[in-house]
T-cell receptor, first 116, second 110 residues
């Protein structure tokens, strides 16, 4: 398997624009997670899905952020409108909930977002 | 809020030396994991230790867990330049959510 695939790797946009980040989890995994990483706040969990259903979105900063998982092989994180403080690296991760395995998460390479 | 807190924040050692970093957490856990992040990359899982285990080994890695003190340590023996990375502990208290610490930045110089 190619692992978790995120696109784009880098995104530069202007304040007020809509940004869409994409993620393809590892095939067969039933959990998908979106994280944001900054120097100031470290790694923050934004939202996670189980079998395509959002389970916990308490980490989503505000209504400008939304995430969807229309099927088991694709998820998006959308920011509309974007602001400079949204600049960060956004990671997607997936895991498989098999008994005894523990919640081992596999991360994508991340999307580095810069909002000017 | 972050469940795990790593100590030290940064560590600089020479190749061949051992590197030890610690993680403290606040609430009861099912297991604790360690991840590595190379610069500009995603996190990579290293090792998982369950709450009923005290020590675990994987190659040059040794992890200990003391649930009475709510702490864990990661030891990397005979470090190499390729071990230069940030290391994070993550606690799993309810299935689904992992809470990551702030990380320890390790630099191994040749």
């Amino acid at each position: 398997d190619a692992g978790v695939i995120q696109s784009p790797r880098h995104e530069v946009t202007e304040m007020g624009q809509e940004v869409t980040l994409r993620c393809k989890p590892i095939s067969g995994h039933d959990y998908l997670f979106w994280y944001r990483q900054t120097m100031m706040r470290g790694l923050e969990l934004l939202i996670y899905f189980n079998n395509n259903v959002p389970i916990d979105d308490s980490g989503m900063p505000e209504d400008r952020f939304s995430a969807k998982m229309p099927n088991a092989s694709f998820s998006t994180l959308k920011i509309q409108p974007s602001e400079p403080r949204d600049s960060a690296v956004y990671f997607c991760a997936s895991s498989l909930s098999r008994e005894g395995l523990g919640n081992i998460q596999y991360f994508g390479a991340g999307t580095r977002l810069s909002v000017l | 809020s972050q469940q795990g807190e790593e100590d030290p924040q940064a560590l600089s050692i020479q190749e061949g030396e051992n590197a030890t970093m610690n993680c403290s957490y606040k609430t009861s856990i099912n297991n604790l994991q360690w991840y590595r992040q190379n610069s500009g990359r995603g996190l990579v899982h290293l090792i998982l230790i369950r709450s009923n285990e005290r020590e675990k080994h994987s190659g040059r890695l040794r992890v200990t867990l003391d649930t009475s003190k709510k702490s864990s340590s990661l030891l990397i023996t005979a470090s190499r330049a390729a071990d230069t990375a940030s290391y994070f502990c993550a606690t799993d208290s309810s299935w689904g959510k992992l809470q990551f610490g702030a990380g320890t930045q390790v630099v191994v110089t040749p």
